[in-house]
């Protein structure tokens, strides 16, 4: 049959079982928003309130859920204000189509109203990037678009599409997209054999889970693993959920901001196994001291991490589930009473802490643990409170922390929590921020009560950039440039000026009933947390040492730290 080309978009976004778009119209853009207007009961569209928001959805979206994000943006300023959302999908590995238009192709390259090339600006955020020119070309682009996004290493695609690509008619057959296997033709037998050998004659294994074990749904095999192999769990930021947070032999999260018990232990074990982790700088402090005690077995789907950042003894490249199904078939139940009695009692000894006489971030996070029984999705922007999520939530499920881990973006986790909450209504969604952070895409709460879309954005509101200000505090010699937000700014006034139900916080008794009331809203809810300018973020792993060299605020003050 023949369609046009804003027909074929449409067609082809059914065909991939695609139920809702988040996005931002423009002149570009019309002709496929006229036709979604058309099939809206088929395709729910989300009116976002700025184009990086519409990112952020599509990739909470896709985080929270397994499926493939979808946002679509106009040419020009629209499409650019795609890209930040873009590199923070591509560095966490989302699985995320944009759909952006151009000027049609007698206009381009002629610097035309609103034109940019925006295929070739994200081709380095990009698993791939293509712009349409010919409709005949439409919609095996887009086909090859959702193909490529959730392949091997998943990631972000953006297709941009000339308008005149948009109008024109040519020939359309509908295709049943097919189905898209597990990377384990890449396993070799003799890899697998080797890691087996090593971890048999381990004393003191450990496993170190990333956001690939998450990725690859290999949370039922990791739990399997972790019994036979008898070991201690550490995980990294976005590998949080893969193992429960619950569980006796997890440890805590490694890294800078990560446990005493994980950071001192990783540096003391025989054998490290670990699944899907990219070996971030974040996590392991000085990387030619990183687990030197060790063997390191590296299970990755993507060859490239291999030796990239850490130089690793044996690799397995594959599917992180397959792998560990090959693993548990071929592993004997092992036994490491001693060294899992030392990690254990090292985890007692050196827990987490906060000041307990005022109201703090932990506390909040905590409580919301507590009354939530962890089994909300949680969204983070970027800074303290993110830290402080990691920490202090317990995580038992994959795909229930929502943030941004590579990138490190600021003003995502507002947009990344209508994403989650549109692909998982059912759940509790939180967003934790900083009040920096909130300021950068606040306008999306706009998006919510618009929309009715019930998420609780908890702001954790210090009146500085909070992680900046305690480096400044650490290693800069208190000079807090340009860090303080001191203002007069109300986020309880400009909440409810948008339509969202609203509360202060500035005691730890206000901190239960108001979360209560929040869960059980059924609206967009904004609550506004004041909470200490100096709290800090411990442990912590200074710049430039070793994990080992763990802080916290007890060595400070007995000056055992290794900070200058």
Not at 456 to 477: A, K
Request: net charge neutral; hydrophobic share 40%.
């Amino acid at each position: 049959m023949q369609l046009t080309g804003s027909q074929i978009v449409i067609e082809c976004l059914k065909e991939q079982g695609v139920d809702t778009v988040f996005g931002y119209p423009g002149g570009a853009i019309l002709n496929i928003y006229d036709e979604l207007y058309r099939h809206q009961e088929e395709i729910t569209h989300i009116l976002t309130s700025h184009e990086q928001g519409a990112s952020h959805a599509a990739d909470g979206y896709a985080r929270s859920t397994g499926k493939v994000g979808v946002c679509m943006a106009t040419s020009g300023p629209g499409a650019t204000n795609l890209v930040t959302g873009i590199a923070t999908a591509y560095m966490d590995s989302v699985p995320m189509v944009a759909i952006t238009c151009n000027v049609g192709i007698s206009l381009l390259g002629k610097d035309s109203f609103q034109e940019v090339d925006i295929a070739g600006v994200t081709m380095p955020i990009t698993k791939y990037s293509y712009i349409v020119k010919d409709v005949k070309d439409l919609a095996p682009a887009l086909r090859r678009a959702f193909r490529i996004a959730q392949t091997g290493r998943p990631g972000p695609v953006l297709i941009d599409i000339a308008k005149n690509a948009t109008s024109d008619k040519t020939e359309f057959k509908r295709e049943v997209p097919k189905l898209i296997g597990r990377c384990t033709q890449t396993i070799e037998e003799t890899a697998v054999e080797k890691s087996i050998k090593v971890i048999r004659k381990a004393k003191r294994p450990m496993v170190f889970v990333g956001g690939g074990t998450v990725i690859a749904g290999a949370d039922k095999e990791l739990q399997e693993f972790v019994r036979r192999v008898d070991a201690p769990v550490t995980d990294t930021l976005m590998g949080k959920g893969a193992y429960p947070g619950t569980d006796d032999h997890y440890i805590g999260m490694l890294g800078m901001h990560g446990t005493k018990a994980a950071n001192l232990s990783v540096g003391e074990c025989d054998v490290l196994i670990v699944l899907g982790s990219r070996f971030s700088d974040r996590v392991t402090g000085v990387t030619k001291n990183f687990a030197r005690k060790a063997k390191i077995i590296q299970v990755d789907v993507d060859n490239t991490e291999v030796n990239k950042n850490v130089m690793v003894d044996i690799s397995v490249i594959g599917d992180i589930k397959s792998v560990l199904d090959i693993f548990n078939s071929k592993l004997e139940q092992l036994s490491h009473p001693e060294w899992m009695e030392k990690v254990l009692q090292r985890k007692k000894e050196l827990p987490l802490s906060y000041p307990a006489d005022r109201l703090t971030g932990p506390y909040i996070i905590e409580k919301l643990d507590e009354l939530t029984k962890g089994d909300a999705i949680i969204c983070t922007e970027v800074g303290q409170h993110q830290m402080w999520a990691a920490q202090y939530y317990k995580y038992k499920k994959p795909r229930t922390l929502i943030t941004s881990g590579g990138l490190g973006t600021m003003g995502y986790g507002l947009g990344a929590a209508l994403g989650a909450k549109v692909g998982n209504p059912d759940k509790t969604v939180v967003n934790i921020a900083g009040d920096g952070c909130f300021r950068m895409n606040m306008n999306e709460i706009a998006t919510a009560t618009r929309s009715n879309i019930p998420i609780i954005e908890l702001i954790f509101d210090n009146r500085v950039l909070g992680m900046v200000r305690q480096w400044q505090t650490l290693f800069y010699g208190q000079r807090y440039s340009h860090t303080i937000l001191e203002d007069k700014v109300d986020f309880v006034k400009l909440a409810e000026a948008m339509g969202a139900r609203a509360y202060r916080i500035t005691k730890k008794e206000e901190v239960e009933p108001v979360l209560r009331e929040a869960i059980a809203a059924g609206e967009p809810v904004v609550v506004d947390c004041v909470i200490a300018s100096d709290d800090k973020v411990f442990p912590m792993v200074a710049p430039g040492t070793n994990l080992e060299d763990v802080f916290d605020e007890e060595d400070l003050l007995k000056g055992k730290n290794k900070v200058k």
